[in-house]
């Protein structure tokens, strides 16, 4: 059965370590409720009750125009081999661009960083597990190397336009604050 803590066990943090995609979910105070697949070795643990992702450029950036109205997040964590187990983290966060004073301290805890447009930083308010006893096995075949050769293709200059064009505004045209005050090319 499910169990509930305040901050995350040792061994909760050796299997987050061993994931190889977690999900993220926000939402607005208004609007559509997002739900997002993430990988890319992207997880660091910090502390007990402090997490960071590297977010890489995607099609729509929500998770960030959701924390701008609404700080709340949950990420869930489910085992596809081995034991089964659902963790759920629960707390707030806050966006972390390339133009703010930590990025580059959090930054340097990613092996590779190329095509990140922020940093979620997450406060830890309350942890999760569940038993996931219904979850089927998946085996691990290796990640996609087609969003790197994407980001490798259109440069610095080309992600920035494409920023402009795709990210700054979620599907609900919320801000997503990913410009401000940033200068490239």
Not at 83 to 90: D, E
Not at 138 to 149: P, Q, T
């Amino acid at each position: 059965m499910g169990k509930i803590w305040q901050c995350l066990q040792d061994n909760q943090m050796e299997f987050i370590q061993n994931q190889k995609i977690f999900f993220v979910a926000t939402s607005p105070k208004t609007g559509r409720i997002n739900l997002s697949p993430k990988g890319m070795d992207s997880f660091r643990v910090l502390k007990k009750n402090k997490i960071v992702w590297l977010n890489y450029t995607g099609s729509g950036n929500e998770t960030a125009a959701h924390l701008l109205d609404d700080p709340r997040i949950t990420i869930m964590f489910c085992s596809f081999d081995k034991k089964p187990l659902i963790l759920r983290l629960y707390g707030i966060a806050k966006t972390v661009h390339p133009r703010d004073s930590a990025w580059l301290s959090l930054v340097s805890l990613f092996n590779d960083a190329e095509g990140a447009r922020q940093i979620f930083e997450m406060e830890v308010e309350l942890v999760k597990s569940s038993c996931g006893e219904s979850i089927p096995f998946y085996d691990y075949a290796g990640e996609r190397e087609d969003l790197k050769n994407w980001i490798r293709q259109k440069g610095e200059t080309g992600i920035y336009n494409y920023w402009m064009e795709k990210n700054t505004l979620s599907m609900d045209d919320q801000p997503t604050g990913i410009l401000e005050e940033m200068q490239y090319g």
